[in-house]
């Protein structure tokens, strides 16, 4: 690997003025003013030089499938559902390969070196789980991919759903998924929850699971797995992805909630973009929105990562695998706009999420490895102000993806934006 010099670059813990950032063997060797040449420079120009993203939630065995083989007219969540259990049937390992393929191009082209992917597992072949373990493979050291064995039909509610997780991790799954509000009744969910953690406890994995994805405020399954990590010893191990139903608790149970939470080491994934559409459908007006209690975990000291989710999926048409895109929409939506409160948001895309992902020293500090971003705004507020395409993101000190004056290359070759027809 070799040596790389970024001059003049702003690096937002050592405050204002630029300094020189040199690359050696993959890693940060030394940050300061005036290092001496390198063989190779890169002048940053005043451009801020961060860690890069990590995205801790997202479905790339849906993406890229939306308006097949229709698209979903109501935008609700129930529409996507029967839309998804149609394609389902019909993957093949090739397509889901290429088109989670193309997903991790658009989202390395935006700095993400790092994400977690749910993969369905309701599906006796395994076809899309398949897919993204050789895709893991094949991406390994440029692009790591954490895959969750997510029982998206249920644990319990999808007849063989035990028998598919136990499949899912002899196959070698990362992390373990679930989702009890889901299941047929609350004895179901709590069940599910304890299972899927000794499961996890046993075969040492991670744990993420979609949790109180709802609008209602009796689904309390999140208790239910602060008690179970506790028990089991996982503390810092388990993640709970969107949690909307936190935001209609009542302020005392919420607040005993957040505390058994901290105390079991919780991750929290908070999902701006989808959630935002797809909750709220049963209100009158005023009309909430899908939204977990974000400042509120925060100010207690939860970790919490704000993830992407869908990229043109039968939940939500939108989107191009930018995290950036979606702390942007959580400013307003968390309302994260006051000048103390917003430099959460880059944590949420870089620190807090690696911290779920299981890396260490993911920040630009001597030493660590160099999975960097490189700006031409000197400033987060910026960043998130103009949405600016990335000027280059290093992956263990290597440039993988850079805007030129044609485009963005990745991987050497032109980004293709094009969702496919
Ligand atoms: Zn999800």
């Known amino acids: ?226 008690a179970r990590t506790l028990r089991e010893g996982l503390e810092g191990r388990v993640t709970a992805s969107h949690l909307t139903a936190s935001h209609g608790y009542h302020g005392a149970y919420a607040g005993k909630l957040i505390g058994y939470m901290r105390r079991a080491g919780l991750h929290v994934v908070t999902n701006p973009l989808d959630n935002s559409v797809l909750q709220g459908r049963f209100d009158g007006y005023p009309m909430r929105r899908g939204h977990a209690r974000i400042k509120e975990m925060l100010q207690a000291g939860l970790n919490v990562a704000c993830g992407h989710d869908s990229v043109m999926d039968p939940w939500y048409p939108m989107g191009d695998g930018d995290p950036l895109k979606a702390a942007f929409v959580l400013m307003h939506y968390a309302q994260l706009i006051g000048a103390d409160e917003r430099p959460w948001l880059f944590r949420m895309l870089t620190g807090m999420p690696a911290a779920a992902f299981g890396l260490e020293r993911h920040a630009v500090v001597e030493g660590a490895p160099a999975d960097l971003i490189l700006w031409d705004v000197p400033t987060e507020d910026e960043a998130l102000r103009r949405l600016p395409a990335r000027r280059a993101v290093l992956r263990n000190g290597t440039i993988v993806a850079e805007r030129s004056a044609v485009g963005m290359s990745v991987l050497g070759e032109p980004l293709d934006t094009t969702p496919p027809v």
């Open 1 to 226: 690997m070799n040596d790389l010099l970024i001059r003049n670059a702003r690096v937002a813990a050592r405050g204002p003025e630029p300094c020189d950032v040199r690359i050696t063997g993959g890693r940060i060797a030394a940050i300061g003013a005036d290092l001496p040449a390198a063989a190779a420079e890169l002048d940053a120009a005043g451009g801020m030089l961060t860690p890069s993203f990590v995205e801790l939630h997202c479905h790339l065995d849906a993406t890229l499938t939306a308006g097949t083989p229709r698209p979903n007219r109501s935008g609700t969540l129930w529409e996507g559902i029967a839309l998804w259990s149609e394609i389902k049937p019909t993957l093949d390992e090739d397509s889901v390969y290429r088109r989670a393929r193309k997903t991790l191009l658009w989202m390395l082209s935006h700095g993400v070196t790092h994400v977690r992917t749910h993969v369905d597992i309701c599906d006796p072949s395994l076809v899309a789980l398949r897919a993204l373990l050789r895709l893991r493979a094949d991406l390994r050291g440029t692009l790591d991919l954490q895959l969750v064995a997510f029982p998206q039909e249920g644990f319990y509610a999808y007849a063989d759903g035990e028998a598919l997780m136990l499949e899912s991790i002899a196959l070698g799954v990362d992390c373990l998924g679930g989702i009890p509000h889901f299941e047929i009744t609350r004895e179901d969910g709590v069940r599910s929850v304890e299972r899927i953690l000794s499961l996890a406890r046993e075969h040492q994995r991670r744990v993420d699971i979609h949790c109180d994805e709802t609008d209602d405020d009796q689904s309390r399954f999140v208790e239910v797995m602060a």
